[in-house]
């Protein structure tokens, strides 16, 4: 599945779109960026309520295929710019965390 795919499936409100054809093979849902770091996988859909700068570099970091801003949660002017430049898909949903992660791992058990 790509980051399109899953963005279009899930109906996710696309902030940032620069890798539409990436590919996601699983996911992670938490907020501690220190535990982020450590635990996320490479091609990994991230679910967070963090929205600051930080964000776009655990997402480089990790080598995420996309973060997922959970609850509405909106990114900070920083972090959307950071997610600009160094091209990081950044996505969001009104779901709760939970919601959100039980919808992605059925769609990645689909695909």
């Known amino acids: 599945m790509t980051v399109q795919t899953l963005a279009d499936t899930l109906s996710l409100t696309v902030f940032h779109l620069a890798q539409p ?4 093979s699983g996911g992670y849902a938490g907020d501690l960026l220190s535990w982020v770091l ?8 991230w ?3 963090m929205s600051n700068q ?9 080598d995420a295929a996309c973060v997922v801003l959970t609850e509405g949660v ?6 959307l710019r950071r997610a600009q430049e160094k ?3 950044l996505l969001g949903t009104a779901e709760d965390t939970f919601a959100a992660a039980a919808r992605l791992a059925a769609l990645l058990q689909n695909s």
């Open 21 to 24: 054809d990436r590919p996601v």
């Open 38 to 45: 450590g635990r996320a996988g490479q091609d990994s859909a």
């Open 47 to 49: 679910l967070t309520i």
């Open 54 to 62: 930080n964000v776009a570099a655990v997402a480089l970091m990790t």
């Open 74 to 79: 909106s990114p900070d002017s920083d972090l």
């Open 87 to 89: 091209g990081v898909n």
